[in-house]
């Protein structure tokens, strides 16, 4: 009579959602936006290529800036994070302490933030315990954050392998904190790993891992070491 139109319940939902997908996916295409250099750098470094120390250091300070407590997307905060990490590796704190201070509690407090978003990545683990064992080694500290790393990923190849790295190079105190889970990564990397790549990390080992190390093999027993005795093609 009055010329009002009635609108169905399922017309008023589908526009609602309509309007949320929208807003949604322009959200996502200005976080893509505002962040594509700091993928693209990141991507170069990744790569290999040549990435000048200015550079990083600029792309770097831009990702603490526009992703550190902004962003929580994995591809955004991965790339944030190889910036972040490379100003620390390209510090020396010998020759500028305050440098290495500054872009080591950067990469702290970046990590702090990538585990607020993605607290199950067990890189992000192992990175934030290899960076708070830079800034100072607190035994528990670190053995706890790389047992989470371990139970996270517990057969992933590359993680094992990375975290060998790691192993390598902490503390006797450490390394007994880490117990169980230090020997776990040992024995699935002696038993399970690529012949060859793990006859590459095995080549260094540190002397406060080397008796934990030889107690695993032993473990292990010559039905699973046996093959690291065969030759590896370069």
Excluded at 215 to 230: I, L, P, S, V
């Amino acid at each position: 009579m009055f010329g009002i139109r009635h609108v169905s319940r399922t017309r008023i939902v589908f526009f609602i959602v309509a309007v949320a997908f929208t807003a949604l996916a322009s959200r996502e295409l200005y976080a893509s936006i505002r962040t594509a250099s700091i993928s693209i750098v990141a991507e170069r470094i990744e790569r290999g290529e040549t990435v000048g120390n200015t550079v990083a250091a600029r792309y770097a300070a831009r990702a603490i800036e526009r992703i550190d407590g902004h962003y929580c997307r994995s591809d955004i905060v991965a790339a944030g994070l190889t910036l972040v990490l490379t100003q620390l590796d390209r510090q020396n704190v010998n020759i500028d302490y305050d440098a290495w201070v500054a872009a080591a509690a950067s990469a702290r407090h970046y990590l702090q933030h990538a585990l607020s978003c993605m607290p199950t990545n067990s890189n992000f683990w192992l990175r934030l315990a290899a960076v708070e064992s830079k800034i100072a080694e607190e035994p528990l500290s670190s053995a706890g954050m790389m047992k989470r790393s371990v139970a996270l990923a517990p057969y992933d190849e590359s993680m094992i392998l990375t975290r060998f790295y790691f192993w390598n190079g902490f503390t006797d105190a450490t390394l007994l904190a880490a117990g169980h889970a230090l020997d776990s990564d040992l024995m699935t990397m002696l038993k399970l790993g690529d012949r060859c790549r793990v006859k590459a990390v095995m080549k260094q080992i540190s002397p406060q891992l080397r008796p934990i190390f030889d107690r695993n093999w032993e473990k292990a027993g010559d039905g699973a070491t046996a093959r690291f005795r065969q030759r590896c093609s370069k």
